[in-house]
């Protein structure tokens, strides 16, 4: 039985990066779609750095509304805030019996997540893993599979300076990204 990968994020903006490790994780043939579970309150992340979360989902939904293996999922909106990544897994049910999900993550989470809450029962759950600047793979294993994926050197935070700095962004987020931050922030 394929599996659905869970990839958590802010995604304060979606961009090409995201979907690029999407692709690569549903290429693998291990996975039969990726469902973006959008956070709207990272615990480590500040709010004023965030667009609101309403807009980042709507943002993500209409973005994957074309995507055939790629889904959208507003879950952490209706549980309690700051949500922790175990408690949305629990919430899902994904532990301790059911074998249908894959986490997906950047090399960067998979080594900060070990000081996260739930660490050992995340861990224990199937993996797939993609490469990221500055960060080391793990060794792949039973439950850790790595994308052989191009490392793309796109982030949210360089998105969000360009905008700031009125620069162009069309070439590193989908169109209708692109076309937000124009109507908001570039005119």
Same mark, same amino acid.
């Given at each position: 039985? !394929? @599996?659905?990968?869970?990839?958590?994020?802010?995604?304060?903006? #979606?961009?090409?990066?995201?979907? &690029?490790?999407?692709?690569?994780?549903?290429?693998?043939?291990?996975?039969?779609?990726?469902?973006? #579970?959008?956070?709207?309150? &990272?615990? %480590?992340?500040? *709010?004023?750095?965030?667009?609101?979360?309403?807009?980042?989902?709507?943002?993500?939904?209409?973005?994957?509304?074309?995507? !055939?293996?790629?889904?959208?999922?507003?879950? /952490? %909106?209706?549980?309690?805030?700051?949500?922790?990544?175990?408690?949305?897994? @629990?919430?899902? *049910?994904?532990?301790?019996?059911? &074998?249908?999900?894959?986490? $997906?993550?950047?090399? *960067? #989470?998979?080594?900060?997540?070990?000081?996260?809450?739930?660490?050992?029962?995340? $861990?224990?759950?199937?993996?797939? +893993?993609?490469?990221?600047?500055?960060?080391?793979?793990? =060794?792949?294993?039973?439950?850790?599979?790595?994308?052989?994926?191009?490392? #793309?050197?796109?982030?949210?935070?360089? +998105?969000?300076? !360009?905008? /700031?700095?009125?620069?162009?962004? &069309?070439?590193?987020?989908?169109? =209708?990204?692109?076309?937000?931050?124009?109507?908001?922030?570039?005119?």
């Amino acid at each position: 039985m !394929k @599996r659905s990968a869970l990839f958590f994020g802010s995604f304060n903006p #979606i961009h090409h990066g995201h979907l &690029n490790v999407a692709r690569a994780a549903i290429e693998t043939g291990k996975i039969k779609e990726v469902i973006f #579970i959008v956070s709207p309150q &990272n615990p %480590f992340k500040r *709010d004023v750095d965030l667009l609101p979360e309403q807009q980042r989902l709507g943002l993500v939904s209409s973005v994957l509304s074309s995507e !055939k293996q790629m889904t959208c999922s507003d879950v /952490e %909106f209706q549980l309690s805030r700051p949500n922790y990544t175990i408690n949305t897994l @629990r919430h899902l *049910d994904v532990f301790p019996d059911s &074998n249908t999900h894959t986490l $997906l993550m950047g090399a *960067d #989470i998979f080594v900060q997540m070990k000081t996260w809450q739930g660490a050992a029962e995340m $861990l224990s759950h199937d993996l797939m +893993i993609y490469p990221r600047e500055g960060w080391q793979l793990p =060794e792949e294993s039973d439950n850790i599979t790595l994308l052989d994926s191009p490392m #793309i050197s796109i982030s949210a935070t360089m +998105i969000r300076h !360009k905008v /700031e700095q009125q620069e162009e962004i &069309n070439h590193l987020v989908p169109e =209708e990204v692109a076309a937000f931050f124009y109507e908001t922030h570039l005119k």
